[in-house]
């Protein structure tokens, strides 16, 4: 990785730590060691098969430091795989330092390392909730290719990406919409617009989205909340991933409008941001995991 990425990364960590942050409440530091289930699948009729399948188990690990610090790990394991040579290899997907902020009535959220989608570099997230019902938001990144899939491959940190977006948020019907556009890793730019429905431990959601790669395309989104709800909170914990994410594009497109993670575990129900600091939206429902008596060991 070049000297670029280490400078900046080491001015970010720098400026961070010297930021006099209101609202930031400070928990004793816990690590978590999970795993879940990635599903790929394309319906792209070769060799006999109407789709080809894609399983990887997704082990990682979170240490929360404290004061909104993270670091998050997370690997690929291949245990199904029609997609050829590329996605046969155990790899390191994810490796990411992050703080959240908040100033004001802005929330931040700052990340460096190895993204998911093979991006490395450093991110910025953020939101400002206008009202109850009101919100906006982005997200711009700095980044290059890195896959260890095949072999090393790396590439200089020269790619921008980033869009700016609005949400409104319907709390008697736990209804979301959100509208964004911007520019994608793949260099396309595009504009989506989504609604999504949130139930207890489910949020289901349809979208729209054009680009100047794939043109017109829709589909929906599931996201299933994983059990156990109740949960003993120690120093190290073992549980599941804390999330399904299932999402299926009319086009079968895999390029257009494609964005990096920066946490192994982000999905559109819980959002970028800690709950307990930020309440809007879904965060505003009754927490999907809850602590139990007889944690903090």
């Known amino acids: 990785m070049n000297k670029r990425f280490i400078t900046i990364l080491t001015g970010l960590c720098a400026l961070l730590c010297s930021i006099n942050c209101n609202g930031q409440a400070h928990r004793p530091s816990y690590i978590d060691v999970f795993s879940g289930i990635e599903f790929n699948y394309r319906n792209i009729y070769y060799n006999n098969r109407l789709y080809d399948v894609l399983i990887n188990l997704t082990p990682g690990v979170k ?25 046969k290899k155990i790899r390191l997907n994810m490796a990411v330092l992050s703080k959240e902020v908040q100033w004001g009535q802005q929330f931040f959220k700052f990340s ?124 190290v914990n073992f549980r599941p991933a804390s999330n399904f994410r299932l999402t299926y594009n009319k086009q079968a497109d895999p390029y257009s409008m494609r964005m990096y993670q920066t946490d192994p575990e982000e999905n559109e129900r819980e959002g970028y941001f800690d709950r307990n600091l930020l309440q809007w939206g879904a965060n505003r429902m009754p927490a999907d995991f809850n602590q139990k008596e007889g944690g903090e060991k």
């Open 63 to 87: 240490w929360h430091m404290g004061d909104q610090w993270m670091i998050a790990a997370q690997g690929y394991i291949p245990v199904y795989n029609d997609y050829g040579e590329r996605y």
């Open 112 to 235: 460096g390392g190895l993204f998911g989608e093979e991006r490395y570099g450093v991110d910025m997230k953020w939101m400002y909730p206008v009202n109850r019902w009101l919100a906006v938001d982005g997200q711009v990144g700095y980044t290059g290719l890195c896959s260890m899939a095949v072999d090393w491959e790396c590439s200089k940190m020269e790619r921008v990406t980033g869009w700016i977006g609005a949400r409104m948020y319907m709390e008697r019907y736990n209804t979301e919409f959100h509208l964004q556009g911007g520019r994608y890793i793949y260099q396309d730019y595009g504009a989506r617009g989504e609604c999504m429905r949130h139930f207890k431990h489910c949020t289901v959601g349809v979208y729209v989205q054009y680009s100047d790669l794939g043109e017109e395309n829709f589909g929906f989104k599931v996201i299933m909340m994983i059990p156990p709800y109740k949960r003993k909170v120690r120093k």
